[in-house]
């Protein structure tokens, strides 16, 4: 009884690991006939676990979501990840994050094992997460579910999305990973129409449909798919850049602002020339309140030079009352 007891808890995990198991590949896997295989998913049926059998060369077996939620079983190392996950999601800007999540999170630490329970809380004191931003968008706790579903079966969606300003549009992806940003949710995937790689906006995308077909996955251009989010938005920022000489040696610039001041060149022995960049004029006027007072400088590009005037003059009539 024991060792039949211990087979259908592997066959459970395996079923849990993967969307469909071909027949003969799940019996090898468990060392059993395909006969013994199928009395032990009868045994998996009586217990509540939906599990599909297909035929043919594409057939198999696949766990299927059922009317109620049947155990899991995790290991001592996914049962961390999930506590310490279900602690950062409430910061994550999920719809009714903080609500569902404090609930899920006390009924799973009420039965994880001690020595886990302290393993949770060792690595929670060493996790800092970074809250949305004001404004965040609200994400479908569902949407996300079944998104990190696809990603991990590699099997191909479709969606509506919707841009501002733009008309919605069908879209059919191999969905990679989803990238938790400061302020929403991305899928990173494969866009079968334009043959590239794409990031989407889950709270953009509407009307998900699971095909059922499989892809093999592709290497991503960059080292992960969060590199790659991330080389999305450097790509969509405008960066203006200005020069200014500030009136020190080059040597005296190197010390001071240190690894701020590279591009810095030497104009003479007294003056420096040096080129800032940043996300707009308004980022380069906070570059400019940055440096020293002992050290003065002078702003020799027009457009910024006009845009610190008129910053001047605000400053000066809010101090002056006016």
Same mark, same amino acid.
């Given at each position: 009884?024991?060792?039949?007891?211990?087979?259908?808890?592997?066959?459970?995990?395996?079923?849990?690991? *993967?969307?469909?198991?071909?027949?003969?590949?799940?019996?090898? +896997?468990?060392?059993?006939?395909?006969?013994?295989?199928?009395?032990?998913?009868?045994?998996?049926?009586?217990?509540?676990?939906?599990?599909?059998?297909?035929?043919?060369?594409?057939?198999?077996?696949?766990?299927?979501?059922?009317?109620?939620?049947?155990?899991?079983?995790?290991?001592?190392?996914?049962?961390?990840?999930?506590?310490?996950?279900?602690?950062? &999601?409430?910061?994550?800007?999920? !719809? #009714?994050?903080?609500?569902?999540?404090?609930?899920?999170?006390?009924?799973?630490?009420?039965?994880?094992?001690?020595?886990? +329970?302290?393993?949770?809380?060792?690595?929670?004191?060493?996790?800092?997460?970074?809250?949305?931003?004001?404004?965040?968008?609200?994400?479908?706790?569902?949407?996300?579910?079944?998104?990190?579903?696809?990603?991990? #079966?590699?099997?191909?969606?479709?969606?509506?999305?919707?841009?501002?300003?733009?008309?919605?549009?069908?879209? !059919?992806?191999?969905?990679?990973?989803?990238?938790?940003?400061?302020?929403?949710?991305?899928? !990173?995937?494969?866009?079968?129409?334009?043959? #590239?790689?794409?990031?989407?906006?889950?709270?953009?995308?509407?009307?998900?449909?699971?095909?059922?077909?499989?892809?093999?996955?592709?290497?991503?251009?960059?080292?992960?798919?969060?590199?790659? !989010?991330?080389?999305?938005?450097?790509?969509?920022?405008?960066?203006?850049?200005?020069? @200014?000489?500030? *009136?020190?040696?080059?040597?005296?610039?190197? &010390?001071?602002?240190?690894?701020?001041?590279?591009?810095?060149?030497?104009? #003479?022995?007294?003056?420096? +020339?040096?080129?800032?960049?940043?996300?707009?004029?308004?980022?380069?006027?906070? @570059?400019?309140?940055? @440096?020293?007072?002992?050290?003065?400088?002078?702003?020799?590009?027009?457009?910024?030079?006009?845009?610190?005037?008129? *910053?001047?003059?605000?400053?000066?009539?809010?101090?002056?009352?006016?």
């Amino acid at each position: 009884m024991a060792e039949t007891t211990s087979r259908i808890l592997a066959l459970l995990s395996l079923l849990q690991t *993967h969307r469909q198991w071909p027949g003969p590949e799940l019996a090898a +896997r468990l060392e059993v006939t395909q006969r013994t295989l199928r009395r032990d998913v009868e045994r998996l049926r009586e217990l509540g676990y939906r599990v599909e059998a297909t035929r043919g060369s594409t057939g198999g077996y696949r766990l299927e979501a059922g009317s109620q939620l049947p155990p899991l079983l995790l290991s001592d190392d996914e049962a961390v990840t999930m506590a310490i996950g279900l602690r950062a &999601a409430v910061t994550q800007g999920l !719809v #009714d994050g903080d609500v569902t999540t404090t609930s899920a999170l006390a009924k799973f630490e009420q039965v994880l094992p001690p020595a886990l +329970r302290s393993r949770v809380n060792a690595l929670a004191a060493h996790v800092e997460t970074r809250a949305p931003e004001t404004g965040a968008a609200p994400v479908s706790q569902e949407l996300l579910g079944r998104l990190a579903l696809a990603c991990r #079966d590699r099997e191909r969606i479709r969606f509506r999305y919707d841009r501002p300003g733009a008309d919605p549009t069908r879209r !059919v992806v191999e969905p990679h990973a989803l990238v938790a940003s400061a302020r929403t949710w991305f899928l !990173v995937c494969w866009d079968v129409d334009r043959s #590239d790689w794409r990031t989407f906006r889950v709270d953009r995308m509407d009307d998900l449909l699971l095909t059922r077909l499989r892809f093999e996955p592709r290497a991503l251009p960059t080292e992960s798919a969060a590199a790659f !989010v991330e080389r999305a938005f450097e790509g969509l920022r405008t960066r203006s850049s200005a020069e @200014i000489h500030l *009136h020190a040696p080059l040597a005296e610039v190197l &010390a001071r602002f240190g690894p701020w001041a590279k591009g810095a060149v030497a104009v #003479d022995e007294r003056t420096t +020339r040096w080129t800032i960049q940043a996300d707009g004029t308004p980022a380069l006027l906070r @570059i400019l309140s940055w @440096i020293p007072e002992d050290m003065p400088f002078t702003i020799v590009d027009p457009g910024l030079a006009e845009a610190a005037r008129r *910053h001047s003059r605000r400053l000066d009539e809010a101090v002056q009352g006016r």
